[in-house]
């Protein structure tokens, strides 16, 4: 079974999405806020496996959350499921450490598969992240760093979850296993995180 915690100030959806994943006997639904305000302490006494975790909250932001908290609990897994989707907040959230992105418009089934994607270690991408990621990278905003560029199979790997592949189809596709795309994709949200920590750290630890 896997515990979890989801954090949201909208709470029409909060009800909604905690109803639909209480009805799978999979899941067990420890802590449901709505701010980030006492995350910290309420984790102390009881720390779920996987936080869904909205961006815009008053307070302490989503974002500003996962950094927090994946310094006091650094094995806690965090999906953001939010609304937003450009570029700005996609990667402030993945370099502050999520391990994956969601919207909520997204179905029950893709928001349930990456749960369990992030409890068994997986790193979950889907098709709108990597057509990002693929702009991010390109040498004229890195500045052609050797060190964080795109290898040729991880931008392979990218362009086919941009044309709608599953992890499953990617593997037969290119005739590797899923752990070895698993382990691309790990790198890859690495680079991202590698880029700019020194000033995502001056940001959180200033405010």
């Known amino acids: ?3 979890i915690a989801i ?3 909208n709470a029409q959806y909060r009800k909604a999405i905690t109803v639909a994943l209480e009805l799978n006997k999979q899941y067990h639904i420890i802590h449901v806020l ?3 305000e006492q995350i910290i302490s309420t984790f102390e006494q009881s720390l779920p496996q996987v936080v869904l ?3 815009n909250m008053p307070g302490i932001d989503g974002i500003k959350a996962v950094w927090l908290l994946k310094k006091r609990f650094p094995e806690i897994k965090v999906l953001m499921l939010t609304v937003f989707e450009d570029e ?3 990667f402030s959230a993945l370099r502050a450490g999520a391990n994956g992105y969601l919207l909520k418009k997204d179905d029950l ?3 349930s598969a990456a749960i369990h994607s992030v409890h068994i270690g997986e790193a979950p991408m889907n098709g709108m992240i990597a057509s990002k990621v693929i702009d991010y990278f390109k040498p004229i905003n890195i500045k052609q760093n050797e060190d964080i560029a795109l290898t040729r199979r991880e931008n392979e790997i990218l362009q086919l979850l941009i044309n709608g592949y599953s992890y499953k189809e990617i593997a037969a596709n290119i005739h ?3 752990e070895t795309i698993n382990s691309h994709i790990k790198n890859i949200y690495k680079k991202l995180k590698v880029h700019s920590r020194a000033e995502l750290s001056k940001r959180f630890h200033s405010s």
Do not use: P
């Open 1 to 3: 079974m896997i515990t």
């Open 53 to 55: 975790m909205d961006i």
């Open 109 to 111: 089934e893709k928001i």
């Open 34 to 36: 709505e701010n980030c």
């Open 88 to 90: 700005e907040k996609i």
């Open 7 to 9: 954090v949201d100030d």
């Open 176 to 178: 590797i296993s899923r």
